[in-house]
């Protein structure tokens, strides 16, 4: 076996073989000749891949194994890492999309062989690429470096004939992010996309803090483009550049520097300037940059490193240049930074502030800020600012659908929306400097008006209510429909009748139903199709319409039927939701058990009904010190005929339609308060 060879765990074995871990414990313990471990630890212990695929190949486990699994486990078990090995393969992805022949014929040999004459052909396509040596992120590996990736590279390319170069590294990339959640701050590609929108078309475009390229990737429309990437984590950078590279035939540049410490296209002047900076940053320079040049609206406190990244996108804008940063929403408003944003509005440098619903970019519980700046050719006689707040609540108010909070706070926004709030508020203001007022929405803001002691650009500070959010007229009919809301659920209200006496049923429970064919279950997955709604366990609860999203991969989704039954498996409520017409065909959430009842032999509303029984499902939980999870298996239901079945069916079925229209009240309820309040407050409504 080669030294330093790709390793896969026990869960990598069971992908590439399609079955559960549990097999693979029984083939190690059942076959004397499986591969014997490389490394790990006791619990979770590490194989050799090309042992493990050998033995598969030879027990005829191997042949089915889509190609994808296969080339993934080859980059996420490589000894150098799965980054390294992105890097390997985006490099010979180039190579396989620019000089195809070339790589056919390197790859018509041994493993040695590619790997020693590799470099030289790398360098052949990086250097017009990337520039010269020295600077540039992406380096050319040297043949001891490739020699383990060579498995990897062969897969790569085998991929890359069906899918394309580029899709293929989209794919592994992709995969890798969604593996490792925590160690990105990513920018969705909605908002990646609505940034360049706002820009607008450039020749050379600048991120300075590129991550993994989303945002340039986002502006590349043509050959004639340059595009500038730089970002502190070599690795980030070095990904960039080969995604851009794969992605466009425009100049691609990209380096491995701390951006506010050094620079690296301190002579560039960008059309357009595109930013997702890190947050929050104390260490950002503030006591080595005191006389920096590029503080030319004030010197940044300690505490305002974002305010730092606005003024370094301006110093690198030509004149008449745009910049849109994403920021948190406490810069709008910090009292320590009251005075750069002075400046910049006096100016005329900053253009708009745009509030984007919770969820837009990590961190996902803040409804973030885009800030539009435009480095000016000459001040303004009569400036004004757009404030934009596309998440403002309200029931009809705003850009983003109400009531959709993101599952696991992703994925929850309608970017459509967003994206036509924000534009039809930006472009007619980007054009005459100034734009009419949407009550709720937008509205265009003499600068003098914010020279106050504070200087607060927050936009929901400045925005008046949306008109549909109060006034008598709006209020009488929310509170008609709360009424005919609170008759229908005094109708619906179950009255018990008769004497109550302890039911004394033969009992079977979940499992013992799903090994004989009246149920099946199914569990949610952790991908789906983009355009497929997800029904989250946050959704179940709350009784709401699907409002998740999951990422993109190979996994089949598992799809709701109308008459399905889905239970939470996390969070110790009793909750069981019949899936009705109108949620049919969504994609089932992480978190959430599916029962798929033979009609003939199971009542969906029986089922559900006793599976939401207090003490069925506190029997069948088990308790950690953070959570308790329900054992879908373990519930209890009565043997009991189906014509009986569909009597309490029909019981259970009322209870459901009683609960319902109690949330329906309770959100009326809470609307028709909050219209008074504001009615009230701004004078809409009178007190009689």
């Known amino acids: 076996m080669q030294e330093n060879a790709t390793e896969v765990t026990a869960a990598g074995i069971a992908r590439l073989a399609g079955v559960g871990r549990a097999a693979v414990s029984n083939w190690r313990r059942r076959h004397a000749d499986f591969p014997r471990p490389v490394g790990g630890t006791e619990t979770s212990p590490s194989f050799a891949l090309a042992d493990v695929e050998e033995w598969l190949r030879k027990q005829g486990k191997l042949a089915e194994v889509p190609l994808r699994e296969r080339v993934w486990q080859h980059l996420a078990g490589h000894p150098g890492g799965p ?10 992805l180039l190579l396989i999309n620019d000089r195809p022949t070339v790589w056919l014929e390197l790859a018509a040999g041994s493993d040695e062989r590619l790997a020693e004459l590799l470099p030289t052909a790398l360098d052949q396509v990086l250097t017009p690429r990337f520039g010269v040596v020295g600077g540039r992120a992406v380096n050319t590996p040297t043949a001891a470096e490739l ?3 060579a498995p990897l590279l062969r897969g790569a390319a085998e991929l890359a004939a069906g899918l394309g170069a580029r899709q293929t590294y989209e794919f592994l990339l992709g995969r890798h992010l969604d593996a490792n959640p925590r160690q990105y701050t990513l920018t969705p590609a909605g908002l990646a996309s609505l940034m360049a929108e706002l820009a607008g078309s450039a020749r050379t475009v600048l991120d300075p803090a590129c991550g993994t390229g989303a945002l340039l990737r986002a502006a590349a429309s043509g050959p004639d483009q340059q595009l500038y990437g730089q970002d502190s984590v070599p690795d980030l950078a070095a990904l960039t550049g080969l995604r851009l590279a794969l992605h466009t035939r425009a100049t691609v540049r990209s380096a491995a520097e701390d951006t506010l410490r050094a620079d690296a296209y301190d002579r560039v002047r960008a059309d357009v300037v595109l930013c ?24 940044p406190a300690r505490t305002e490193s974002e305010l730092a990244w606005v003024q370094h996108a301006l110093a690198r804008l030509r004149d008449g240049g745009t910049a849109v940063l994403l920021m948190p929403p406490a810069a709008a408003s910090r009292r320590s930074g009251r005075r750069i944003r002075a400046d910049l509005l006096r100016r005329g440098a900053l253009r708009a502030v745009i509030a984007l619903p919770a ?6 519980n803040i409804p973030l800020h885009l800030w539009v700046l435009r480095r000016p050719e000459k001040a303004p006689a009569q400036p004004e600012l757009l404030l934009a707040d596309t998440g403002a609540p309200g029931e009809s108010g705003g850009a983003a659908e109400r009531g959709r909070e993101p599952a696991g706070g992703r994925g929850g926004l309608d970017w459509t929306a967003v994206r036509t709030a924000v534009l039809d508020a930006w472009r007619p203001f980007d054009r005459t400097g100034t734009a009419p007022e949407q009550p709720g929405v937008s509205r265009s803001v003499p600068v003098i008006e914010l020279l106050d002691d504070d200087v607060d650009l927050a936009p929901a500070r400045h925005l008046p209510p949306p008109a549909e959010a109060g006034g008598a007229e709006q209020l009488t009919t929310v ?3 709360l009424g005919e809301t609170l008759r229908l659920t005094a109708e619906l209200a179950p009255r018990a009748a008769g004497e109550p006496s302890p039911a004394r049923w033969p009992l079977t429970t979940v499992g013992e139903l799903a090994r004989a064919g009246a149920l099946v279950l199914r569990t949610g997955g952790n991908s789906a199709p983009a355009r497929v709604p997800v029904l989250t366990d946050h959704d179940v609860f709350a009784g709401t319409a699907p409002s998740g999203a999951l990422p993109e991969g190979d996994e089949e ?14 969070g110790g409520g009793s909750v069981a939701r019949v899936v009705d017409d109108a949620t049919a065909g969504a994609a089932l959430g992480r978190n959430l058990t599916l029962l798929r009842p033979d009609t003939g032999a199971l009542d969906a509303w029986f089922l559900a009904g006793f599976l939401r029984g207090t003490a069925n499902s506190r029997q069948a939980s088990s308790y950690a010190s953070t959570a308790t999870r329900l054992d879908v298996r373990r519930l209890q239901l009565p043997r009991l005929p189906l014509d009986q079945q569909r009597r309490y069916g029909a019981r259970f079925r009322a209870l459901a339609e009683f609960e319902e229209a109690l949330r329906r009240a309770g959100r009326l309820g809470e609307q028709l308060v909050r219209g008074m309040y504001d009615g009230l407050t701004d004078g809409t409504v009178a007190p009689e």
């Open 479 to 481: 509170r008609e429909r």
């Open 83 to 92: 980054v390294t090995a992105l890097v390997h393969a985006g490099c010979a």
């Open 276 to 299: 997702h900076p890190p947050f929050n940053e104390r260490n950002w320079g503030h006591d080595e940059l005191a006389y920096d040049a590029r503080w030319e609206y004030g010197f």
């Open 147 to 149: 020699l383990p990736s």
């Open 557 to 570: 989704p598992v799809l709701v039927r109308a008459g399905d039954v889905v239970v939470p498996v996390l």
């Open 359 to 364: 969820g837009a970019a990590p961190p996902y």
